[in-house]
């Protein structure tokens, strides 16, 4: 921008004469001499925009020339302005200036500092100026053919060799120096102690061709942004930042790269997408034939040379590699894969025969995303006994596995990955799969959303029920039907007599078709408790009644099929938001009579206001020994198990180990709101036969609240433990990282709800969220909500200030410091940030 110095405040004295009032005058100009660059700029604009009117007895001049455009009087002012700045000896105004190309920046031969950046952004010597502070440099989008010389001359005090493919580099403005401080010193750098070395470059979007080989001097650097540029080649040079871990180098024309590059021990993301490479030797620097180079010796004048560190195997550190749409073949990837990559990104290269190259890619165990979309595969390399001479399944933490829009077929897929642990799905849509399962796209891509694949899994459903119900086949004959009646009713009860009434007619084959091939009809629970006379009130009283007459207790109800039914009702189970909701089992407030005692049990209390059926309800808080016995067991979601407080007990079933995948692997969200759960939850396993004691109870074990529900549900979510007993014990290190982290086996939640609890410390969570000294991101987290309203909390650790929640509510708690206005005014961001101010 121009400096125009401030008006002044003395009045400016012409040394002309006034004239008279009867002669006419001319309109009067300002001379040099005057000091108020203001007034001359508003006198310019108008008589730039405006016609002034000439006296009557003037002679005529010549026609009025057209109106200037905005950018003419902005450059018009902006060169009296320049003028005006430095100093009035050799006059002013206007007047020196004969055409409007002279006034022109761009033209005239006193605008020589640089113009103001279209996008508001700072000149690029201030900019490369600034980077020394911050170590930050960012000169995008500035059509720059290479990296400025001024940067290796302001950071590092040398001048770079002069590139080949550039001739006439832009050469920075001269360093303007700054007004003098207050105690008169004048500073255009930061001083030695505020220097730091640069750590980002980010280049990209310019037309840099080539990059100078002093660029290895900066052997601080740790994220380098080039993409979107002409380099064809990197400077040898290149490989020796050490310390590189994110490196951009995307959208070039590079055929090849330096064989050291493969060596980098930090560098942990490699994008090389829309390239010309053809191959990736990752194995090139460790052949005996290369030679390694030794540190830079290039001039410099800084006190060290930096470093150069080699790793002794290809790229350890490297998670993601990016290196789509190049001119990749299989037979030029080497097979030594970095070991650590969970991200490979192979889509839109010929690669032809890529057996080999699964093989590899196989054994690798962090490996969760491999796509080839778009690319040229060879469908013969995908057969069946791809991995037979695995020992153990491969891909062991594949997620996603892309062939979509290739010439691979889903049968020779599913012939190929049928070895796998995980459970296979072929749907398009943007969700992740779920835990212990692996995605595997085949075909065109058609992003469906969830409930489009639902639909159409429930289709095909129906349509393989009734895929064998052809023309031949008719209803089955009255008599087989009152056989089958009878044999269900009397299945559920066997002493009540068989009923009578025709139950709905049911599908068989005809005579010549053989028996074998006749397929089952499964029925909805409706029909089953219309089979058996349930539909009505009385039907389910005569069945309580016998239920009581033969003598079964609680425990036998839990394993009926009549309990099994009603879990399964439509009442408790929504089959279209897949949700489980079990009533309250929490006994009924007293009757409001006159006597002060009832005859009746404490069960009969419990159910005497719950919905019809819900005697045949197992009494636990979490039935899971029922629960997984049912056939939407797998794909439940969600889980509601509110108020159940008559018997606190967790059933599982009878299984010495829980198996480490645990049960309901799809379930997303568990709610045991108001249960009066405590620290430590007592769990019974199944039992089918008496154990010799004379009783029928199986045996019961305490154990830690969080670590079981860890164990149990390892693809939980969404977690609800508000209005529960539990304490500081519960919320130990070791039971919140095993249920709130992410790993392997485990999801990790992502919403943890333990309002109207007894905690009146976060130690636990103090220690998680130390986790994250010193490291912005932890890869196994999860969790967006946190809730501890209405607890004892009286003190809130300064280290929660470093969880990255979205929603952090600590309402109706003893603290007092922070104050209540510090979350409701700003909410949980603002909250975070006072308590990241308190860390030491």
Known sequence: ??????????????????????????????????PSARTRTTSTLARATTPTRKPRNEEPTSPAKPALSTKERIALMRAEAKKAQGGGSSGGGLGDMSTMEEALPANSQQATEEEADLLGRMPLRETIEKA?????????TRSLPCLPSGLFEIHLGITPDRLKSVENEPKLPAAEEEAPTRRGAKRNAPAWFEAQDLTVIKAWNNDITEIQHEISLFGSLKTVDLHNNKLSALPTTFADLSFLTHLDLS????????????????????????????????TAPFHSSSKRTGPNSYASTAFFTPAVVRATAPLPKLINLDASRNQLKSSGIDLDIPSALVKFDLSGNPLGEIDAL????GALPRLKELRFEKAEITPSSISA??????????????????????????????????????????SFTLDEPALGTTRILVGKRVIKEQWEIELERRTQQRAQKGSGFGGDWDPEPPAAAAKKAAAIASASDPKEEPAHTSPPPTIRAKAHKPLGSRKEVEKEAWEIEAEQGLLTEGGKRRARANAAARGVDEQSREASPTNASSISNPQYYNAQTQTLTLPASAPAPKANHNRSFSLASPFALASSSAAPGDLTLPAQTLPLSVIVAQPFADSLRVLILTNRRLDRTFA??????????????????????????????AVQRAQTVDDGTGSGTPPRANEPLLSILAKLFPS??????????????????????????????????????????????????????ELFKGNREVAEWRMEELDLRDNEIGRLPAELGLLPLDVFLVEGNVFRVPQRRVWEREGTKGLLSWLRGRIE
């Open 652 to 681: 599982i079933p009878a299984l010495d180990v829980i198996p480490a995948s645990g049960f309901l692997h799809h379930l997303e969200e568990l709610d045991l709101e108001g249960c009066n759960l405590e620290d430590t939850v």
């Open 716 to 769: 939980l979510k969404s977690l609800n433990l508000s209005y529960n007993r539990l304490s500081n014990a519960a919320l130990t290190f070791e039971a919140l990282s095993g249920i709130v982290l992410g790993a392997p086996n485990r999801s990790g939640l992502r919403a943890l709800k333990l309002r109207g609890n007894r905690l009146s410390e976060l130690d636990g969570f103090q220690k998680v969220a």
């Open 358 to 361: 699964l093989q590899k890619l």
């Open 385 to 426: 006994d791809l991995f037979s001479s695995f020992d153990s399944p491969p891909f062991k933490a594949l997620r996603i596995l892309d062939f979509s829009e290739t010439a691979v077929s889903l049968a020779s897929v599913q012939a190929a990955f049928k070895c796998l642990a995980q459970e296979l799905d072929h």
């Open 251 to 282: 959208q070039n024309r590079l055929t090849s790269l330096p064989e050291n590059l493969w060596s980098l021990p930090e560098l942990t993301v490699l994008n090389l997408a829309n390239n010309q490479l053809t191959s990736l030797p990752f």
């Open 132 to 140: 020394r502070s911050t170590g930050t440099l960012n000169i995008a």
């Open 1 to 34: 921008m121009s400096r125009i110095p401030p008006p002044s405040t003395r009045t400016s004295r012409s040394p002309l004469k006034p004239s008279t009032s009867s002669t006419p005058s001319k309109p009067r100009t300002l001379t040099p001499a005057t």
